[in-house]
């Protein structure tokens, strides 16, 4: 009896609902101009150097200080210098990942820990230093006096980590 019932549920089901679900080519939009490139990273860039402009004003005269007597909720990079720290998270972190100081950070606060991603970041650091730190020592044969990785080895300036073209690269020429 259920082989029949569902005999008549196939019956019943109009034969577009069976149709393939359509390939990542077929959804795809198109890949980006160098001009539209070249336009996101300026915007990023601009984004990136306005907060840092305002935060050097707001700590003037403490850009030498250990970041965690300048900064709260510090967990990582202690005692590395304030502005140094702005430049690692400007230069290194954001621009590996193609994105500006809001991805991780509440932008009018900077020391809350509402995103997600802040975290992430954190542990990835951490997952970093390790590689480097322990990992990599032990690849014989390796040709690098000083191997290692950093957020732009797997991010190249997406988001998230992944297989692919860097995202802020230019299509591929025929």
């Given amino acids: ?23 990542p080519s077929q959804t795809q939009a198109p ?17 990136r150097t306005m907060h840092v402009n305002r935060i050097l004003e707001q ?22 210098p304030a502005r140094r720290l702005l430049g690692i998270m400007s230069q ?3 621009n590996s990942l193609g ?23 954190r542990d990835m650091v951490a997952m970093a230093a390790f590689i480097n730190d322990s990992l990599l020592k032990k690849i014989k044969g390796i040709r690098s006096e000083n191997p290692g990785v950093n957020c ?6 997406r988001p998230r980590p992944g297989f692919g073209a860097r995202a802020g690269a230019a299509p591929p020429r025929s």
């Fill in 31 to 47: 890949a980006p101009t160098p001009e539209q490139i070249a336009a996101r990273n300026d915007s990023l860039r601009n984004d």
């Fill in 152 to 157: 732009g080895t797997c991010h190249n300036m």
């Fill in 92 to 94: 290194g972190y954001s």
């Fill in 1 to 23: 009896m259920r082989s029949g019932l569902f005999v008549a549920f196939l019956l019943s089901v109009p034969a577009a609902s069976f149709a393939q679900s359509p390939t």
């Fill in 99 to 121: 994105v500006s100081c809001s991805h991780c950070h509440v932008t009018t606060d900077f020391a809350k820990d509402d995103k997600p991603q802040k975290q992430v970041a």
């Fill in 59 to 80: 700590i003037k005269g403490k850009e030498d200080l250990p970041a965690e007597e300048v900064f709260q909720d510090i967990k990582i990079l202690k005692g590395m």
